[in-house]
């Protein structure tokens, strides 16, 4: 065998053994899987040295798959429309809120009380410069990020 056969061969020895470990990973088909290969990203954001590091590439390969998984599950659809449907701030406050699995009186101390968090999670009042801030260091996000 030529050392361009070898390569191959070693090329598909590796992928084959990455695609049987990774298959939950990669083929996302619950909330269980789709939870592990979350974990596995964020695990990967805060340990992949730089942008060389090959980790980001299995991060776009894992993002593909979430994203997959989130475009065909009902209940992901129906929560991403009632996001698209809220204005950006409010959208943004309740994306950060199931991100981080928070209840309105998890965020008083960005906010205030809690019946001023719960008329803003209703729409009845707007969030200002001061939460945003807050609320943008506290999840380490951009200001900006709170507007459309």
């Known amino acids: ?7 191959r061969e070693q090329i598909i020895e590796s992928f084959t ?3 049987n470990t990774s298959k939950q990973y990669l083929n ?3 909330e269980e ?3 592990k290969t979350v974990a596995l990203m ?3 954001m805060l340990n992949a040295a730089d942008d060389n590091d090959a980790l980001w590439s299995l991060l776009d390969v ?3 798959s979430v994203e997959k998984y989130e475009k065909q599950d009902p209940e992901m659809q129906e929560f991403f429309q009632s996001i698209e449907d809220l204005p950006a701030d409010l959208s ?6 199931d991100q981080h699995r928070l209840k309105g009186s998890d965020l008083q101390e960005e906010i205030g009380s809690k019946s001023l968090v719960s008329q803003i999670l209703n729409g009845k009042r707007q969030l200002t410069r001061n939460h945003i801030e807050k609320l943008s260091a506290r999840f380490d996000i951009h200001p900006g990020s709170f507007f459309s």
């Not at 065998?1 to 390569?7: F, L, R, T, Y």
């Not at 943004?92 to 809120?97: E, P, S, T, V």
């Open 1 to 7: 065998m030529n050392a361009v056969a070898i390569e």
């Open 17 to 19: 053994h990455f695609s």
């Open 28 to 30: 996302i088909k619950s």
């Open 33 to 35: 899987d789709y939870e």
């Open 42 to 44: 964020k695990h990967i």
């Open 62 to 64: 894992l993002a593909s």
């Open 92 to 97: 943004r406050l309740r994306l950060i809120m």
